[in-house]
Structure formats: structure tokens, C-alpha cells
């Protein structure tokens, strides 16, 4: 069938076969397929969707598109973690230093930013000299001798998903729930843990909009695990606000060393922990509640944040070289009252404005800008407190709105 075909049928709301599936996506990858013709499909897919059959066919296209990495030398249970994407999602971060510094071997590959959310490889790459790539062999030897790895999704695991992910995030087709499961799971499935640990996030900060959306994307990943093989966990958790203080990669970085330095006590903590709790659960074989405690106990002690600076020097990274930028503008409140709410989603914007996110596929990242939240949902506030400073890469940034208005105060 023809590209043009196979939109149509989809545009019409049919189910596609696996034929059509491998004809569009791999005719894409071999570069037969233009870029407008299938984001034209991809389109259609976000408008349309697709059957639990056809998800199923994608993960394994993307997937078979490139190696599965053997982690059978890895000692020790291997336990990965994945966010559906946020605003000032930093939580990959903190638990994978936490479980690791419990015995679990967390492998973890990650993704860039993708639409107004970060990534945890765009936040690692504002450490100097961090390397976000390692070698097959050195990844295994990191997860023997340090317990965790972060590295990008490497060329040889579902190359097919990072073209595609690299389109969608241009196009406007990134919050549809089969692209986004199929997207996730062809990742964790070829990067190789034995458990999965899933963090949905649901709410106007997060790509799904609603708790009926995360509940059916949590089904459709357990069910890919299932065909694999692999236990996977889902946590459904609330995005409405951006998550922690800071917004911006290196900003983010300082953020996740004041947590694990036990300096903080907020939701983002909370949350971390909980995620971290799962993973220690289901690594060690051992109830939610003597995880909680061991959990507690890293971070209280400083075993965790040993094990992030650990992970930092075996990936090459000068953390002291981090750099934020030297711009600042303080947004000034015109209203006193309580502020009731945050738009997690026009904050992840402004961070992309400010240049810490990617418009096209070419854009380059600069680490340094970003937002520091002075003022949080349940605060009090005066006329002339700063909500929040915005860290800039020149002098004199002027937004294009009234960014006052992202908070709401009664
Ligand atoms: N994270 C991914 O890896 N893929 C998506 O499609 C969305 C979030």
C-alpha cells in the first residue's frame, strides 16, 4: 500500500496491519518516507489513535529496529525507572542515586526534552565533561561498580523511536497516548532491566491531561511488559504544578544535589522517595515499608548523594564546572492574597523560551537559563515579593506575556 494509502485509511479511522505499520515506520527509518508524509501519519495517529494490536506492532518495529542490550553481566537485580515527562521533572535524577546506593542496579537510559518538557540527558549535559554516551561494556562496568548509569538513548537501541521522537516533538504529535506508550516501553524493553518502575504523570504540566488518559496509558504499558516479560509498576502522580523549585537543566542538577543533601522538604521530595521506595520493593524483594525506611535512611545518612557524585566522576562530569547564567529578572507580584494555583504548562513554555528546550529539531540548549520558583502554590504573597527570578541569557529579557499571570492568587 502507498504512504499516501496507509494516512488515509488511519485519517479514516482504521485499524492498521502490521504490514502497513513496517511499510510506513521502517520505510521511514530506510529514509523512503519523507518527513511530511509521516508526520501526516503521526497526525493521524494523534487524532485517530490506535488498537491495543497496532501498539503492540509498533513497540516491536521500533524495537527489532536496532539491538537489545544483554544486561545478563550485570550482578545484582536490575530495576529501571521512566516519567511519562513534566515541568522540572528531576526525579530520575534523585532515585536512581537513592536505589543504587541500596544494591539495586539501575540501568537508565534516557531521552532530550521533548515538547514544554525537560530531559534528564539535556539536565546531565549542563555538567561539564558529563559524558551522556558510554559504550556497551562501560555502561555494564559502571552498573558492577558504581550501581547506576544515566546514559542517552544510544543509536543502537530503538533508533526508529528517536527519529520518530525527534519529528514529534516538531510537529505537534507528541501527547498521544500509543505513540507515547509504544515510545516509552520499545526503550525500556530493548534497554534490558528485568523490572520497570513507571511514573505517570497526569495534569496540565504533564503530556497527559487527565486521570482517565494515565489510567489507559498505565493498562497499555503493563500489558507491552506482559508480552515481554518484564514486571512493570505504575505510579499515577499529579502535575498541575511544575514539580521541586527550579525549571532549567543546570538549575535542576542544583536542585537534585540540595535534595540529596537532605536540604529540602517538599512534594518533589516526597514524590522521589515514594518512586525510590518502589524500586528498592521490587530490587530487593522486600516490603514497601522496609523500603520506605532504607530509602530514608540513604538520604538522611548521605549514601545517596555520595552515590550522585559518584556517578557524576565515573561519567566524567565536573560538577564544581556547573554554570548558571548570570542574567537574572525577578518577577514581581502586583497581587497580595494566597496563590491557589500554577501553570505547570506556560512555566515548562517560558523555560523553552528563555532557550533551555529545543523549537526545531536543530535548536541548541543553553544549560544556564532557566526559573527559580521564589513563591509556590499555598504561599502568601504581598504586592512586591518576587514570585519567581528568571535566569536569562542576555541583559534585559522581555516575555512576551504577563508572567504574573501564571500564578493564580485569591
Ligand atoms: N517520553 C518518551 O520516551 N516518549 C514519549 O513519547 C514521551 C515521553
Keep these: 500500500m502507498s504512504m499516501v494509502d496507509i494516512i488515509n485509511k488511519k485519517r479514516l479511522g482504521h485499524e492498521l496491519s502490521d504490514q502497513d505499520l513496517e511499510e510506513a515506520f521502517l520505510g521511514y527509518y530506510k529514509g523512503e518516507i519523507p518527513d511530511y508524509q509521516m508526520s501526516s501519519l503521526l497526525m ?34 536490575t530495576v529501571d525507572k521512566h516519567s511519562t515527562g513534566g515541568v522540572g521533572d528531576k ?12 544494591g ?22 549542563s555538567i561539564p565533561g558529563f559524558r551522556i554516551s558510554l559504550t556497551e561494556e562501560e555502561f555494564i562496568h559502571q552498573l558492577n ?8 538513548q544510544t543509536a543502537h537501541l530503538a533508533p526508529l523511536d528517536k527519529k520518530i521522537y525527534a519529528l514529534r516533538d516538531v510537529t505537534g504529535t507528541v501527547e498521544s497516548i500509543p505513540l ?27 503530556l497527559l491531561k487527565n486521570q482517565e488518559e494515565a489510567i489507559e496509558i498505565s493498562r497499555l504499558m503493563k500489558k507491552i511488559g506482559e508480552r ?18 527550579c ?52 538520604v538522611k545518612s548521605g549514601k545517596a548523594y555520595q552515590k550522585f557524585l559518584e556517578m557524576v566522576e565515573a561519567q566524567g562530569g565536573n560538577i564544581n564546572g556547573l554554570r548558571v547564567s548570570e542574567y537574572t529578572k525577578d518577577i514581581i507580584s502586583t497581587k497580595s492574597g494566597h ?56 541583559e534585559g529579557y522581555e516575555a512576551e506575556e504577563d508572567i504574573t499571570n501564571y500564578y493564580t492568587i485569591q
Excluded: W
Design 339 to 394: 496563590i491557589i494555583g500554577m501553570d505547570a504548562y506556560k512555566f515548562g513554555k517560558l523555560s523553552l523560551d528563555l532557550g533551555g528546550g529545543r523549537k526545531t529539531k536543530e535548536d541548541k540548549i543553553d544549560s544556564g537559563v532557566g526559573i527559580i520558583l521564589k513563591k509556590k502554590i499555598g504561599d502568601d504573597v504581598e504586592v512586591g515579593d518576587v514570585l519567581c527570578t528568571l535566569y536569562t541569557k542576555e
Design 145 to 152: 561498580t558504581v550501581g547506576c548509569a544515566i546514559t542517552s
Design 228 to 245: 515481554y516479560n518484564r514486571e512493570v509498576d505504575t505510579m499515577i502522580t499529579y502535575m498541575d504544578i511544575p514539580l521541586g523549585t
Design 104 to 125: 539495586v542496579k539501575v540501568p537508565k537510559m534516557s531521552g532530550r526534552g521533548l515538547g514544554h518538557t525537560g530531559g534528564t540527558i539535556d539536565k546531565l549535559e
Design 247 to 298: 525549571i532549567g537543566n543546570a538549575l535542576e542538577i542544583l536542585e537534585v544535589m540540595k535534595i540529596l543533601s537532605n536540604e529540602e522538604n517538599n512534594y518533589l521530595v516526597a514524590l522521589s522517595k515514594a518512586l525510590a521506595a518502589k524500586m528498592v520493593q521490587l530490587g530487593l524483594g522486600i516490603t514497601i515499608e522496609e523500603a520506605s525506611a532504607q530509602v530514608e535512611e540513604s
Design 180 to 206: 507515547i506508550a509504544s515510545s516509552i516501553m520499545s526503550k525500556k524493553i530493548a534497554s534490558g532491566a528485568e523490572k520497570i518502575v513507571l511514573d505517570v504523570k497526569v495534569g496540565n504540566g504533564a
Design 44 to 77: 493521524a495517529i494523534c487524532l485517530k489513535g490506535m488498537t491495543d494490536e497496532e501498539v503492540f506492532s509498533l513497540t516491536d518495529i521500533f524495537i527489532k529496529s536496532g539491538d537489545q542490550l544483554d544486561l545478563s553481566k550485570v550482578e545484582g537485580v
Design 91 to 102: 526525579t530520575t535524577l534523585i532515585i536512581a542515586s537513592i536505589a543504587a546506593s541500596l
